[in-house]
């Protein structure tokens, strides 16, 4: 498979995922909306906050390793040896459904059962349904390698449509069983996403059809379960060793970015994370499949070299686009969201200055995205391990600036030292890029230049809501806020219009990529 042709899967996987985030959002709101009219907030605040970050842990500490790791082998590799190392995310994820169980149970703050009640069960159901997940992983795997994206989109669609159908009856019919109904509708989630991958593949690979249209590495659904030969090695030692090296990163990662407040976090990376994390995934598999890890620029094929730093300086140039607009907008209007979302409460304390920090921290956020997608598609163990060593170091300086920064600015702080944090992570990452292309003539960090033009009409826009702000936002009742809101409108169409005029290069690749994308899934 060409390079150019992964890139069109991987973008058409893009889109596809950027579509799911937003589907998944508008669920989510409309369902808390939903079940807050019937339950209590301290139980909706127990599941979208406690029971809801264990199952996310256990799932990034099982797999997140063994995702990126895997996804990087090339196409002559022994795939028996991947599903081997990837079943050993079920053990690991019993291990930290465990752990993290009795951490929850034992060393966290336990809620009152007056007020939240089936607590226990709770941890124990999503700590399971963690487990179910992982059961799925080898087929997941497989199918983002042959960039099945159809695939991804009805699973994850039909669990989410069915775990919402559920809560949703349950909490009309059975208000009174609590977490009960949140414990049972997550574990339908988990168990209807893996079974829609393997009732795929064991269609697929029933139908007579499918050797000759599917470039598949297995014939049948034995080929992904475990298996052991005296002829070759249980696991690719290579692969295991790379896996052990992202996990130390991913742990330390997990350690470094956890916590900024839960309000403006979500306010404020929303935007990023609807438009970037599907990307990120995508290209992740884009750029694992063209390049050959830990080789040197000059000595692969150069058609594949050069597309990968075309695709690169663009998404740099997008990622740089869109968190310099969150930025310069989200200054002018934290405190009109914050007023709008939580009312005077939040827009009158230190939350405006909060959310105006958030902002900044989405900017480098979306660049280390990124960037960091790039380079540990590019990096060969060796490299990854001294990337782990220099995070180390990090974390120590990180959380001596925290806090020395908390006690200078309060809650700001901790958002500038996360700042910090990722400034170096991108900084890091820009030097590993600029030497794997150092001896070639593709230059992808062009992606984080614009025009002076461009850069004139961004000061100006934000100069100019700035102003607006302090003369209509946000004691002049709603016409004020109206008004405000129109003038940004105003701004931000100007200054988008002016990226479209400057920035030909990005929107040509958009609309060659994300525009045939949604094409070829109308056609195929």
Request: glycine share 8%.
């Amino acid at each position: 498979m060409g390079s150019r042709e992964v890139l069109g899967q991987a973008a058409r996987l893009a889109s596809s995922g950027l579509l799911l985030q937003v589907l998944f959002r508008v669920i989510t709101f409309v369902l808390n909306a939903f079940v807050l009219r019937f339950l209590s907030k301290e139980i909706v605040g127990i599941v979208n906050v406690r029971l809801t970050l264990l199952y996310s842990t256990t799932i990034f500490l099982a797999r997140e390793a063994f995702r990126r790791a895997c996804l990087s082998g090339g196409p002559q590799r022994d795939w028996s040896q991947t599903f081997n190392l990837l079943w050993l995310t079920v053990p690991l994820g019993v291990f930290w459904s465990l752990f993290l169980g009795w951490v929850w149970l034992r060393l966290l703050e336990v809620p009152d059962p007056n007020v939240v009640s089936h607590y226990g069960t709770g941890v124990v159901v999503f700590g399971l349904s963690a487990v179910v997940e992982l059961l799925g992983e080898p087929f997941w795997v497989l199918a983002q390698a042959q960039m099945f994206v159809r695939l991804k989109v009805i699973a994850e669609s039909l669990s989410v449509i069915l775990k919402s159908v559920l809560t949703a009856f349950l909490v009309l019919w059975l208000p009174h069983w609590g977490l009960y109904i949140f414990s049972l509708a997550q574990l339908l989630y988990t168990t209807v996403l893996v079974l829609c991958y393997v009732i795929y593949f064991t269609k697929l690979l029933g139908s007579a059809e499918s050797n000759k249209q599917q470039a598949l590495p297995i014939s049948r659904m034995t080929d992904l379960l475990p298996s052991v030969t005296r002829r070759r090695a249980f696991v690719n030692w290579n692969e295991a060793k790379l896996t052990w090296s992202f996990f130390k990163q991913s742990f330390l990662k997990q350690i470094l970015t956890e916590g900024v407040y839960d309000i403006v976090n979500n306010l404020g990376s929303l935007v990023a994370r609807l438009i970037f994390q599907p990307i990120e995934e995508s290209f992740y598999i884009f750029f694992a499949k063209v390049l050959e890890r830990g080789k040197d620029a000059t000595l692969q094929k150069q058609e594949d070299v050069a597309v990968a730093a075309t695709v690169l300086e663009s998404l740099l140039k997008l990622a740089l686009l869109t968190g310099l607009t969150i930025t310069i907008f989200g200054f002018a209007y934290s405190q009109l969201a914050l007023d709008i979302y939580g009312g005077a409460m939040l827009s009158s304390g230190s939350g405006p200055i909060l959310l105006r920090s958030y902002c900044l921290y989405v900017l480098l956020l979306a660049i280390n995205g990124v960037t960091e997608c790039f380079t540990f598609a590019a990096m060969s163990k060796e490299e990854v391990d001294r990337y782990n060593f220099t995070m180390l170091a990090l974390s120590s300086s990180f959380l001596g600036l925290s806090y020395l920064l908390t006690r200078w600015c309060g809650s700001v702080g901790f958002i500038l030292a996360n700042c910090f944090n990722m400034g170096v992570r991108i900084t890091q990452s820009l030097w590993f890029i600029h030497r794997y292309y150092g001896r070639s003539p593709h230059r992808p960090l062009a992606g984080l230049y614009l025009s002076p033009t461009l850069l004139g009409a961004f000061a100006l826009s934000g100069g100019i809501t700035s102003v607006s702000e302090v003369f209509l936002c946000c004691e002049q009742g709603w016409p004020a806020r109206l008004a405000h809101i129109a003038v940004g409108a105003f701004c931000l169409g100007v200054t988008l219009g002016m990226a479209f005029l400057t920035e030909t290069k990005l929107i040509n690749f958009l609309r060659t990529q994300f525009g045939g994308s949604r094409l070829a899934d109308k056609t195929s």
